[in-house]
């Protein structure tokens, strides 16, 4: 079946339903925060449980990155500028 809808119209249906397409906060590795800082940040804003938390510390320090959090911008934007405002490096993609 073929899709009816052009992709103006699906934009425009994702704005007015406020779901936009699904992003994900992507946590970069620094020298400077400490394992503990991390995992407790995770679990304060991104409502990670602990080893969740600390499976993804691992993740960043092994790896360089790794996605924490996704869902709609308008849902990840203030989570993302917690954990900045904490000293990490986060970005959504």
Request: aromatic fraction near 4%.
């Amino acid at each position: 079946m073929r899709n009816q809808f052009s992709p103006e119209e699906l934009l425009l249906e994702e704005v007015l339903c406020e779901t936009g397409p699904v992003r994900e906060i992507v946590l970069h590795n620094d020298d400077v925060n400490t394992f503990d800082h991390v995992i407790l940040s995770l679990m304060e804003v991104c409502d990670h449980e602990p080893i969740q938390a600390e499976q993804c510390a691992w993740i960043v320090h092994n790896n360089g990155k790794c996605s924490v959090k996704r869902g709609t911008f308008d849902q990840l934007e203030a989570r993302c500028h917690a954990l900045q405002d904490r000293g990490l490096s986060a970005v959504i993609q």
